[in-house]
């Protein structure tokens, strides 16, 4: 069989019709008349808005350095995220708080809409629907983007005309949970719109947009619960909104049941998609492949040599300036079904990470390089040297700069092609994974739970068959029961400054170690107020100075290079030099849960009408207020 694929990075997006596109009238909304005639037309609008989408860079970065923003990975600079001073007020021309791409759909949207009314597109032409409901996913997802940013922002559906008035009536924010509930209408009606298959690999399908759905839906519920009575969720005084919003009530009638709405729309969502998709045989697989076996793989950016293509596995075969964290790794349980640390577990410890990672979720070991396994080391009696040279089987590059430097030594590999060819700069043609059926099996299980408090026989099914993937044990109530937490070296066991239970730990810890550098963890974090725990905090790597650092020459771990032993046996990626404005580890500033709106936005509305983010400053260039009582 033959797939037509969208390849849609920039300049391949509009390929197939550039000439004639380029000929018409500029791109602008005055030119609809002469463009607008049928669903190919439709198509191309489209193409271009699928930019949007995660990729990986043609440089270095993308989708598999995203979690370098969280307790997940680490690169060579700090994040100014998680530490005072340096996250400051910016102009709107650097700042996240852009319409852009929503006000192109709302345009096509309601074009798309007047034809089919006035009967010149037929309403059950699929090909029109299709990408129609291509047009509610993208501008869902653009939503989505702002909410988790900024919170409330405002939600207009119309072509603004330049009309100060009305901007300035239009640009108060709403609430967060009806910009949320905005979203999941959206999605509802790409549902009914989008094909069940796309018609071409890598457009939007209708269960990309169930997928979609399940996660925004996961996402507010959460933050809304976690959040709650604190000035990051509307209805109550501390929300800076209750000015402008003096008479807000929640739809759904009280705060805890929104929460359920969310909830039980994740529930649903999700469960179209993990019934209808299986998960795929070959878990690393996906991470590395040009297409897709099985179904899993609802969505993903695909390249294509001499059109698009990406840098990733150049960088990723030589220390990638993104490895895992020690709290990443030490999350993983040991196949058996137990956490390192549970008697009898068989966890060998970490002196030389090739044991370290013996026995364990072998998701682990298909995503990170395990270093240090030692051959040829018998001793001569006489002179007590070792008969051959020490040779070991991977070595870390600790000693590389910047974006080929193996920050921690825990190196990343899941999204390395092993194919030599792949591996050159700018050659690299792998397919981004956007959304997927496991991530919807994760979003079962924890929504079902946050709604229930227990687990039904769907939840424990997504949950089994997700671990038989992995190839680790299936007993889940072996796990929960020797889980304990205060154990645990994950920022996941908080929640509101509280410790979670075992069970809803062992669903965090399974979508940590499922969903691992592939850009959503910071997410988590954040909708589950486990960063208000982030103190004094800091990221480690391999216990270098045990038994490791016997691999390395000494000016490749010269005290320039690596943090020494003195700091700690891990390796700090923070404490390298006593100068870094992280030294001290990171610590969260809570006005960081939400982006400053940028203060160029006040001057276009009336006083009063637009609400600053908790802490943050109306003024250029301005820190947050540290001090702000966020709770």
């Excluded at 994974?433 to 946050?450: S, V």
Aim: glycine share 6%; charged share 25%.
């Amino acid at each position: 069989m033959k797939y037509k694929y969208i390849i849609i990075p920039a300049m391949a997006l509009l390929l197939h019709s550039c000439n004639d596109f380029l000929d018409r009238e500029p791109i602008d909304f005055g030119n609809e008349n002469s463009y607008f005639q049928n669903a190919e037309e439709l198509k191309y609008f489209v193409n271009d808005l699928y930019s949007m989408l995660p990729k990986n860079n043609d440089i270095w970065g993308g989708l598999y350095t995203e979690d370098i923003v969280s307790d997940n990975q680490c690169s060579s600079s700090p994040q100014n995220l998680f530490y005072k001073g340096d996250k400051k007020t910016v102009q709107v021309g650097q700042s996240g708080w852009n319409f852009s791409k929503i006000r192109s759909l709302n345009f096509f949207i309601n074009k798309v809409n007047s034809k089919i009314e006035s009967g010149e597109f037929s309403a059950g032409d699929p090909m029109i629907n299709h990408y129609l409901g291509e047009a509610h996913f993208l501008r869902a997802y653009d939503y989505y983007r702002l909410l988790r940013s900024f919170g409330d922002v405002p939600v207009f559906t119309d072509v603004l005309p330049d009309d100060q008035e009305v901007l300035s009536a239009t640009s108060v924010r709403t609430p967060r949970n009806e910009v949320a509930r905005f979203i999941l209408g959206d999605l509802d009606k790409a549902t009914t719109l989008l094909q069940e298959e796309a018609p071409e690999v890598g457009r939007i399908s209708r269960d990309a947009a169930y997928a979609m759905k399940s996660r925004v839906a996961l996402y507010e519920a959460t933050w809304e619960r976690y959040h709650a009575g604190t000035c990051f969720v509307p209805g109550n005084k501390k929300w800076p909104g209750s000015a402008i919003w003096t008479d807000f009530t929640f739809v759904a009638g009280s705060a805890e049941e929104e929460i359920n709405f969310f909830l039980d729309q994740a529930i649903a969502a999700a469960k179209v998609v993990a019934d209808g998709h299986e998960l795929n045989e070959d878990y690393q697989k996906m991470f590395y492949s040009t297409s897709f076996e099985g179904n899993e793989v609802l969505l993903a950016r695909y390249y294509m040599k001499g059109i698009a293509s990406h840098s990733c596995s150049a960088y990723l075969r030589s220390g990638g300036g993104c490895n895992l964290t020690r709290a990443a790794v030490n999350t993983f349980l040991m196949t058996n079904g137990l956490p390192i640390y549970a008697d009898q577990s068989g966890y060998q410890g970490d002196e030389v990470s090739y044991y370290e990672f013996q026995e364990r979720d072998p998701r682990l070991t298909e995503s990170v390089r395990p270093a240090g396994r030692l051959i040829n080391t018998t001793k001569d009696p006489v002179t007590g040297k070792n008969v051959n040279d020490t040779i070991y089987y991977y070595r870390p590059y600790i000693y590389n700069s910047g974006r080929e430097k193996a920050t921690t030594g825990y190196e990343l590999c899941k999204w390395l092609s092993p194919e030599p060819e792949q591996q050159k700069q700018y050659d690299c043609t792998t397919a981004v994974p956007i959304l997927r059926a496991g991530e919807c099996y994760l979003n079962y299980i924890e929504a079902y739970y946050e709604r229930y408090g227990n687990l039904d026989e769907s939840a424990i099914k997504y949950w089994k068959a997700l671990r038989r993937r992995a190839g680790i044990s299936e007993d889940i109530d072996k796990t929960i029961a020797a889980t304990d937490v205060n154990q645990e070296n994950d920022l996941a066991i908080y929640s509101h400054g509280q410790t979670i239970s075992a069970t809803l730990y062992s669903i965090r810890r399974e979508r940590r170690c499922e969903l691992i550098a592939e850009g959503l963890r910071l997410d988590d974090l954040k909708r589950w107020r486990s960063l208000d725990n982030m103190v004094e905090y800091q990221p480690e790597g391999i216990n270098l100075w045990d038994k490791m650092h016997e691999m390395y020459s000494k000016t490749q771990k010269d005290e320039s290079i690596v943090s020494q032993s003195h700091v700690s046996k891990y390796i700090r990626p923070l404490q390298i030099s006593s100068t870094s404005v992280a030294y001290g580890g990171y610590t969260f500033p809570k006005p960081h849960y939400l982006e400053p709106i940028p203060i160029s936005e006040f001057l276009l509305v009336e006083e009063g009408k637009l609400h600053q983010n908790p802490g943050w400053p109306m003024k250029m260039d301005g820190t947050a207020d540290y001090t702000y009582d966020c709770d």
